[in-house]
């Protein structure tokens, strides 16, 4: 890290101004920036406007005596290096001011030379340290975003094959036959999925250390539900499968984490629309009694099997499709339960073959 | 015959950089590629293109936000239109990612991957502003 551009800035505070005068040539033939005050009062005031990149400061002064002023300085301005400096007598005090947080110290009489040297020393000790400071809060960050950072390396490589997806397909889409192009749409299908997967894993994960639901606050069900449904409609409409809204805008409130309750509420909502047929419908009401608020999605899609009921929400498991059209990730439900149960509440299923399904979500007040 | 509008892609991807060169190569443009955040600066600097489009994160996680305001600081990337990229849904409500403190301006923020026609579609739009 280079500060050569900058011209560092020196403060000097000493009560003798010869002091003060001799430390501000020999500085400035060096090519720094020297501010002097002349007691402690105006050398915080000087410190606190410049944020000098480091403060000579005079033990014995007036007022504000130089080791509060390091007391201070150490605290406020934590890039800035102190130096003592003391008289010969007053070596023990140099010592205290060193614990109290003071970089060096300069023994009276010193020469011009010898000020140089320590100042060079010390503004190298600053660029480490500032170094230093930057690459553990670097490393704090990536640990406190690991998630992110996981999920940003699993889906570049995806982004890069649909963008060459894309591209191919703007450059050669019309040399193509219908075979090859339907390749590539399943093959698009199938980073979706993919894509899909890496989402519902991640939001597993998230949800095991405790960065998923971190803000809890007093919700308004139907507005879940209306921010939820925004994301389906396109689909259902495209379908042909008509939803059904019944949640009054007064329905009690509870608490909860608003973005993990929207994403339940797409996984639930969005699973019907998947396996409902067209011309289906799928219907969303409401039941409250004084401790909990239920929420119905039925859909009269083909239903699932019983003796496979008990299992759709463990990892992975799905009931099998022989068209193989429904591909999802297999983590949709695993989630939606666990982000229930964070939240004390449950989520219960019940289904009828060729008739259809309907979950309950039911939620504490 | 008109000249050919210059777009800077900034990326350290090169896959990706080709594929989207491709995209605005066919919709008519002359695109110049860098791969990491300093060459694209640079460029940015000596080519004058008429947009530039930057991914987010690439040597570090912020790289992106640095090219992007030290080109903000430049006469000419002062009003260049930019877009910035990134694979990782910003606005997504489930990322922990913490943007710094003064996101830089851009004109457009887009998600990895964009489809053809919509890139296309912005980036005239920009264009014309």
């Known amino acids: 890290m280079s500060y050569t551009q900058d011209r560092h800035k020196i403060l000097v505070i000493d009560d003798e101004e010869p002091i003060r005068d001799g430390c501000k040539q020999a500085l400035e033939k060096s090519g720094y920036n020297v501010i002097t005050a002349k007691d402690g009062q105006e050398g915080l005031k000087a410190a606190r406007e410049n944020h000098p990149d480091m403060v000579f400061i005079d033990l014995k002064m007036p007022g504000i005596s130089g080791m509060d002023l390091i007391d201070i300085l150490s605290k406020e301005l934590p890039d800035t290096i102190s130096v003592v400096i003391t008289g010969f007598a007053s070596i023990v005090s140099a010592v205290e001011a060193l614990k109290k947080g003071a970089y060096d110290y300069l023994p009276k009489p010193f020469s011009p030379d010898q000020i140089r040297v320590v100042t060079k020393r010390g503004l190298e000790h600053r660029d480490l340290k500032i170094e230093a400071r930057k690459l553990n809060e670097e490393k704090k960050f990536m640990e406190k975003n690991f998630i992110t950072f996981v999920s940003h390396e699993m889906r570049s490589p995806l982004a890069v094959i649909q963008q060459y997806i894309e591209s191919l397909k703007l450059i050669a889409g019309d040399k193509l036959d219908e075979n090859a192009l339907s390749i590539i749409d399943r093959c698009e299908k199938r980073i979706q999925n993919l894509k899909e997967l890496i989402e519902h894993w991640l939001d597993l994960r998230r949800i095991e250390s405790g960065t998923f639901i971190t803000d809890k606050k007093n919700l308004n069900l139907a507005d879940i539900i209306r921010k939820a449904t925004e994301d389906i409609l396109p689909l259902s409409q495209k379908r042909g499968i008509s939803l059904k809204i019944n949640i009054p805008e007064n329905i009690p409130e509870i608490v909860g984490d608003k973005e993990s309750l929207i994403r339940v509420f797409v996984n639930i909502i969005g699973n019907a629309t998947k396996y409902t047929p067209s011309g289906g419908s799928i219907s969303i009401s409401e039941k409250h009694n004084d401790r909990y608020v239920d929420i119905s999605i039925s859909d009269t899609g083909a239903g699932i099997p019983k003796e496979k009921l008990p299992f759709i929400f463990d990892a992975f498991y799905r009931a099998k499709d022989k068209e193989d059209k429904h591909r999802g990730s297999g983590l949709g439900l695993t989630f939606c339960k666990r982000i229930m149960d964070a939240h004390g509440g449950i989520i219960d299923v019940s289904s009828e073959e060729g008739k259809g399904t309907t979950f309950v979500l039911r939620f504490i007040r | ?129």
Request: net charge negative; glycine share 6%.
């Open chain 2, 1 to 129: 015959m008109a000249t050919k509008k210059k777009i800077l892609l900034i990326d350290d991807d090169r896959d990706f950089l080709m594929a989207t060169k491709l995209i605005l190569e066919n919709g008519g443009y002359e695109v110049f590629m860098a791969e990491d955040g300093k060459t694209g600066l640079e460029m940015a600097l000596s080519i004058s293109p008429d947009l530039a489009i930057i991914d987010m994160m690439m040597e570090t996680w912020s790289e992106g936000f640095n090219v992007i305001s030290k080109l903000r600081s430049t006469e000419i990337g002062k009003s260049m239109p930019l877009i910035m990229l990134s694979a990782v849904d910003l606005q997504g409500p489930y990322q922990s990612f913490e943007p710094p403190d003064e996101m830089p301006s851009v004109d457009m923020v887009l998600n990895k991957p964009i489809e053809a026609d919509k890139l296309l579609k912005y980036v005239a739009q920009l264009l014309k502003k």
